[in-house]
Antibody
Framework: EVQLVESGGGLVKPGGSLRLSCAAS????????MNWVRQAPGKGLEWVSS????????YYADSVKGRFTISRDNAKNSLYLQMNSLRAEDTAVYYC??????????????WGQGTLVTVSS | DIQMTQSPSSLSASVGDRVTITCQAS??????LNWYQQKPGKAPKLLIY???NLETGVPSRFSGSGSGTDFTFTISSLQPEDIATYYC????????FGQGTKVEIK
């Protein structure tokens, strides 16, 4: 069974940093692209960042470029999101999502349960 | 950046009704378009990929069509368990979601 479990969320002050993790199991992690998608309270979905299976290709939404860094450790079946210079508008539930994008089509076929990040003084 | 415009933003329909949601891209995205369902407090669920392909295990009352800039998502016979917010998402250039359509029962 495919499982994605996020952790690392919490309350942080504006300007602070946080590192999110996503532990993957039930599939060959090293064969899939992975993504972070967020959802502010009561709002819609916003794609944040993606990383290809071998970390060769990394992309960011303009809203987080230069502040967030996505990475992965295929040996540990884990995905990460380092978030620096956090702002109030980064407050959201952060989901990790699997993407078979390396093989052509791209879609988010499995999602974690999400971890809440709250940026507030 | 590619913008995705969904309509309507919300709708109310009766059980058994046919429900249609549209999604318009700001530029040609071929068929690089996916549809998701999100129920309150839950993670989104993939329903349709590449504009018209039904994800495994998803009921056949859900369907998608379109290419280029105009896409349609249809529920052929609305069921009570279909109450949710539906999102389109493009992957032609980066990834962008539509703003969502909230579906309620009348």
């Amino acid at each position: 069974e495919v499982q994605l479990v996020e952790s690392g969320g919490g309350l942080v002050k504006p300007g602070g940093s946080l590192r999110l993790s996503c532990a993957a199991s039930g599939f060959t992690f090293s064969s899939y692209s992975m993504n972070w998608v967020r959802q502010a309270p009561g709002k819609g979905l916003e794609w944040v960042s993606s990383i290809s299976s071998s970390s060769s290709y990394i992309y960011y939404a303009d809203s987080v470029k230069g502040r967030f860094t996505i990475s992965r450790d295929n040996a540990k079946n884990s995905l990460y999101l380092q978030m620096n210079s956090l702002r109030a508008e980064d407050t959201a539930v952060y989901y990790c999502a699997r993407d078979p994008g390396d093989s052509g089509s791209s879609y988010f076929d499995y999602w974690g349960q999400g971890t809440l990040v709250t940026v507030s003084s | 950046d590619i913008q995705m415009t969904q309509s309507p933003s919300s709708l109310s329909a009766s059980v058994g009704d046919r429900v249609t949601i549209t999604c318009q891209a700001s530029q040609d995205i071929s068929n690089y378009l996916n549809w998701y369902q999100q129920k309150p407090g839950k993670a989104p669920k993939l329903l349709i990929y590449d504009a018209s392909n039904l994800e495994t295990g998803v009921p056949s009352r859900f369907s998608g069509s379109g290419s280029g800039t105009d896409f349609t998502f249809t529920i052929s016979s609305l069921q009570p368990e279909d109450i949710a917010t539906y999102y389109c998402q493009q992957y032609d250039n980066q990834r962008t979601f539509g703003q969502g359509t909230k579906v309620e029962i009348k």
